[in-house]
Nanobody
Framework: QVQLVESGGGSVQAGGSLRLSCAAS????????MRWYRQAPGKQRELVAG???????NYADSVKGRFTISRDNAKNTVYLQMNTLKPEDTAVYYC?????WGQGTQVIVSS
């Protein structure tokens, strides 16, 4: 059974930082491209960042220079370090591994 379990969300003031984690089980983690998506209220889900099995990364323009995605294959975990957070970063953040999704973790950034 495949599971993706996100953690690390919470409430923070603008300018603050959070680090999201996504622990995977039931898959050969090292061969999967991993992605973080987010969905704000009333908006479509959007891609935030991705990291390939060979650790190439890509980012949405809105988070470039502020967010960093990384992975630890030994721990079957992908991370999203979020710095200089803005109120518009408020959303539920989801971990994705191709066909599989986590349950999401809420991030709230107050001004």
């Amino acid at each position: 059974q495949v599971q993706l379990v996100e953690s690390g969300g919470g409430s923070v003031q603008a300018g603050g930082s959070l680090r999201l984690s996504c622990a995977a089980s039931g898959i050969i983690f090292s061969i999967y491209n991993m992605r973080w998506y987010r969905q704000a209220p009333g908006k479509q889900r959007e891609l935030v960042a991705g990291i390939t099995s060979s650790t190439r990364t890509n980012y949405a323009d809105s988070v470039k220079g502020r967010f960093t995605i990384s992975r630890d294959n030994a721990k079957n975990t992908v991370y999203l370090q979020m710095n200089t957070l803005k109120p518009e970063d408020t959303a539920v953040y989801y971990c994705n591994a191709e066909w599989y999704w986590g349950q999401g973790t809420q991030v709230i950034v107050s001004s």
